[in-house]
């Protein structure tokens, strides 16, 4: 039998996980300095969760979660990040306690999509959540903190595209429109759009084919049917985004899959890296109704986003961060193989990075591995070292050796490596 990893689910080995960590450390810095705190919600929820707050008729809902039964559970392996945080989010009364609560997470979702280059069946999304402020400058706020967080990783051609859906009886009207427009051209739709037509026709105007696209180029602009608040706070968002000096795009066609969106929508995309088609870095939107739909008392104006962190490493053009420099602890042959193991953890003590070789081998073998494994230092200990309390101190670089006493060995490495990181030459 041929064991594989799952379909459109890949593994990340430790020789691409340098990169990962780079994103998340940024994502993290970025979020933490605009007073956002991580919230961790489990990976599976009740299905009831998804179905109510995406929304029948959605993709997502319709044909991509992974549903089981378990213990008489309806359960579902979460397709996104929103829905689960404002469950917890209600469920723990957070908003008796804080006007405002700014959530960021990063972790896997999953949806039954076909797999294609940066788009996966097990994805990883960072994403953050705003409750309590109505916006709309902390919508701007959000969109302008994602630029800064995409440019530090040296992403380019960034687009900001913004939309607004509306308050959800804008919608209801602008749907109406809509169907009345399509209404003659019906037939004419690709199949996928003829199915959306009852259940969903604003995702009509998602459709990638051409020729949904052309038949939609006219159709009436959503953007024409916003109250005079919800116009009010589109340009509010608008205003903000000048001010800030932040660049975008009015797409009044953009929609987006997910039904809980109401008014400011946005995406990021990209023209930089290997992308291709899934150029989206990025989706986000106000969802000021799905507190109310998950059981709450009254509307929480909310706003969030969820980025794509396969896409975001796609796109990045930024070189890897180069390895924390560490050194190798070898004793060669057996007898050392304690005295080693000691000098390794006194060595991590003092905050040094020290591979151990704990298996005694002799000198050619133990540099020629140095050599390769990329240490800054090869510490060694042989039987001479041993008896005469010593520590042959090897900078493989520089190819040059020094004999250091086993009392000083410590902060002897610490000085070194400090040296080597200043760019100054040791000896
Ligand atoms: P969404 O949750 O659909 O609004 O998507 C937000 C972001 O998550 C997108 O812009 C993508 O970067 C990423 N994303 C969504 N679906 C996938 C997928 N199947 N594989 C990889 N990334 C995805």
Redesign the pocket.
């Known amino acids: 039998m041929n064991l594989r990893a799952v379909k459109g689910m890949n593994d990340i080995l430790p020789e691409e996980i340098g990169r990962w960590h780079q994103v998340e450390a940024a994502y993290r810095r970025t979020l933490e300095r605009c007073g956002f705190r991580e919230v961790r919600t489990p990976v599976v929820e009740a299905t009831p969760l998804f179905v109510r707050s995406l929304g029948e008729g959605t993709d ?1 809902v319709d044909k991509e979660m992974y549903t089981f039964q378990r213990h008489h559970d309806d359960l579902t392996l979460r397709p ?1 990040g929103t829905a689960g945080a404002a469950r917890a989010y209600l469920e723990h009364g957070v908003q008796n306690r804080e006007p405002v609560t700014r959530w960021y997470y990063v972790g896997p ?1 999953f ?1 039954g ?1 076909r797999p294609a280059r ?4 097990q ?1 990883y ?1 960072a994403g953050a959540e705003v409750y309590g402020d109505p916006g709309p400058v902390s919508d701007a706020d959000m969109i302008d903190m994602l630029v800064g967080w995409l440019g530090e990783l040296g992403i380019g051609g960034l687009e900001v595209v913004v939309n607004s859906l509306g308050s959800a009886e804008t919608r209801t009207r602008y749907r109406e429109a809509l169907v009345t427009y399509l209404t003659p051209h019906r037939a004419e739709l690709s199949e996928d759009s003829q199915q959306r037509f009852e259940r969903n026709p604003l995702r009509i105007l998602d459709s990638k084919n051409a020729r949904d696209q052309a038949l939609c180029a006219d159709a009436p602009s959503l953007l024409d049917c916003l109250d005079p608040e919800d116009r009010a706070h589109f340009d509010g968002v608008l205003q903000a985004l000048d001010a800030l000096g932040t660049r975008y795009r009015i797409e009044p066609r953009l929609v ?3 039904d809980y969106y109401t008014r400011t929508l946005f ?1 990021i995309r990209t023209t930089s890296g290997e992308l291709g088609a ?1 150029s ?5 939107g106000r969802y000021d109704g799905l507190c109310r739909s998950l059981g709450s008392s009254h509307d929480v104006p909310c706003i969030g986003f ?3 962190l ?2 975001i490493l796609l796109a990045m053009t930024a070189p890897p961060t180069p390895p924390n420099p560490f050194v190798m602890v070898a004793p060669i042959g057996e007898e050392a193989a304690a005295a080693a193991l000691v000098l390794a953890r006194d060595l991590r003590r003092a905050g040094v990075e020290a591979h151990l070789e704990s298996k005694g081998q002799r000198l050619k073998a133990i540099l020629r591995r140095a050599d390769s494994s990329g240490a800054t230092l090869c510490l060694l200990l042989g039987e001479e070292e041993l008896a005469n309390q010593r520590v042959r101190v090897k900078q493989l670089a520089q190819r040059t050796e020094e004999d250091v006493p086993r009392a000083n060995a410590v902060t002897h490495v610490v000085a070194q490596l400090a040296a080597i990181a200043r760019g100054a030459s040791v000896p």
């Open positions: 997502v996104e979702m949806r999509e940066g788009r996966y069946r994805f999304q987006r899959g997910l995406e899934q989206a870095l990025c989706g986000g969820a980025a794509g396969e896409r």
